[in-house]
C-alpha cells in the first residue's frame, strides 16, 4: 500500500476531529453533555479503540517489536478511559494524594504502588530500546512512526488540556466559559484520534515490514 494513504488518514482523522470539535461548541447543552460526558459516547469510542488497537498488535505481534508491552500500554489506556484507575480505589491511582492519604488502607497503596511501578518500567523499558529507532523512523517518515508520534503528541495536548481552566486559575489567570467548554471539548474529542492514530499505525507496520 502507498505510504500516501495512511498520510492521508491521518490528516482525515484530524480534520474528522476538529469538525466534530466544532459541530459541540456550536450544539446544545444536552447534546453536548451527552457526548462528552463521563462514560459517554466520545469516551466509550476511546476505550473500544484502544481494545481494538490491542487485537490488532496481538494478531500481527510478529511484526511489532516487543508486542506484549505493546498489548499492555494500549489496554491500560483503554481501562483508563473505563476509569478504572479509580473505579475500585478510593481516590485516583493517578493522584499523589493517593498515596500518603490516611484515608486510603495501605492495601490499596500496596497494589497501587504495583501497577505504578511495572506502568512505568514498560513505558521506561519501551523508550530506552525504541527512542532513537523512532527517531529515525520518523525522520524517514514512516508511515507506523509518523501515526504513533502524532499519538503520542495527542496524549501531551489532551493532558495539557485536561483541567485546564483550573491550573490556570492557580496562578491567577481566569479562561471565559466559551474557552473553557472549548478547551473541554478538544481535550475530549481529542483523546479519541489517540487509538485512531494507533491503530492506522499497527495496520501500517503490518503492510509495511
Same mark, same amino acid.
Given at each position: 500500500?502507498?505510504?500516501?494513504?495512511?498520510?492521508?488518514?491521518?490528516?482525515?482523522?484530524?480534520?474528522?476531529? !476538529?469538525?466534530?470539535?466544532?459541530?459541540?461548541?456550536?450544539?446544545?447543552?444536552?447534546?453536548?453533555?451527552?457526548?462528552?460526558?463521563?462514560?459517554? !459516547?466520545?469516551?466509550?469510542?476511546?476505550?473500544?479503540?484502544?481494545?481494538?488497537?490491542?487485537?490488532?498488535?496481538?494478531?500481527?505481534?510478529?511484526?511489532?517489536?516487543?508486542?506484549?508491552?505493546?498489548?499492555?500500554?494500549?489496554?491500560?489506556?483503554?481501562?483508563?478511559?473505563?476509569?478504572?484507575?479509580?473505579?475500585?480505589?478510593?481516590?485516583?491511582?493517578?493522584?499523589?494524594?493517593?498515596?500518603?492519604?490516611?484515608?486510603?488502607?495501605?492495601?490499596?497503596?500496596?497494589?497501587? !504502588?504495583?501497577? !505504578?511501578?511495572?506502568?512505568?518500567?514498560?513505558?521506561?523499558?519501551?523508550?530506552?530500546?525504541?527512542?532513537?529507532?523512532?527517531?529515525?523512523?520518523?525522520?524517514?517518515?514512516?508511515?507506523?512512526?509518523?501515526?504513533?508520534?502524532?499519538?503520542?503528541?495527542?496524549?501531551?495536548?489532551?493532558?495539557?488540556?485536561?483541567?485546564?481552566?483550573?491550573?490556570?486559575?492557580?496562578?491567577?489567570?481566569?479562561?471565559?466559559?466559551?474557552?473553557?467548554?472549548?478547551?473541554?471539548?478538544?481535550?475530549?474529542?481529542?483523546?479519541?484520534?489517540?487509538?485512531?492514530?494507533?491503530?492506522?499505525?499497527?495496520?501500517?507496520?503490518?503492510?509495511?515490514?
Amino acid at each position: 500500500m502507498n505510504n500516501k494513504i495512511y498520510y492521508r488518514l491521518y490528516g482525515l482523522i484530524l480534520t474528522g476531529l !476538529v469538525i466534530v470539535t466544532i459541530f459541540l461548541q456550536s450544539a446544545s447543552v444536552a447534546l453536548k453533555d451527552s457526548i462528552i460526558k463521563e462514560g459517554g !459516547v466520545i469516551e466509550s469510542l476511546s476505550a473500544i479503540g484502544y481494545f481494538a488497537g490491542a487485537i490488532l498488535a496481538i494478531l500481527i505481534k510478529r511484526k511489532i517489536p516487543h508486542p506484549t508491552h505493546v498489548i499492555f500500554i494500549l489496554v491500560l489506556l483503554g481501562l483508563r478511559e473505563l476509569d478504572f484507575h479509580n473505579r475500585f480505589t478510593t481516590m485516583s491511582l493517578s493522584k499523589i494524594t493517593f498515596y500518603v492519604s490516611s484515608e486510603v488502607p495501605l492495601l490499596e497503596k500496596m497494589i497501587g !504502588v504495583a501497577i !505504578v511501578s511495572l506502568v512505568l518500567y514498560v513505558i521506561v523499558h519501551l523508550a530506552k530500546t525504541h527512542f532513537h529507532g523512532f527517531i529515525s523512523a520518523v525522520k524517514k517518515r514512516e508511515p507506523s512512526a509518523i501515526g504513533v508520534g502524532v499519538g503520542i503528541l495527542l496524549i501531551f495536548l489532551t493532558k495539557i488540556l485536561d483541567g485546564l481552566s483550573r491550573k490556570l486559575a492557580s496562578v491567577g489567570v481566569t479562561l471565559s466559559n466559551n474557552m473553557e467548554q472549548l478547551t473541554e471539548i478538544i481535550e475530549e474529542v481529542f483523546e479519541l484520534g489517540i487509538p485512531m492514530m494507533f491503530i492506522i499505525a499497527i495496520v501500517a507496520r503490518f503492510r509495511t515490514v
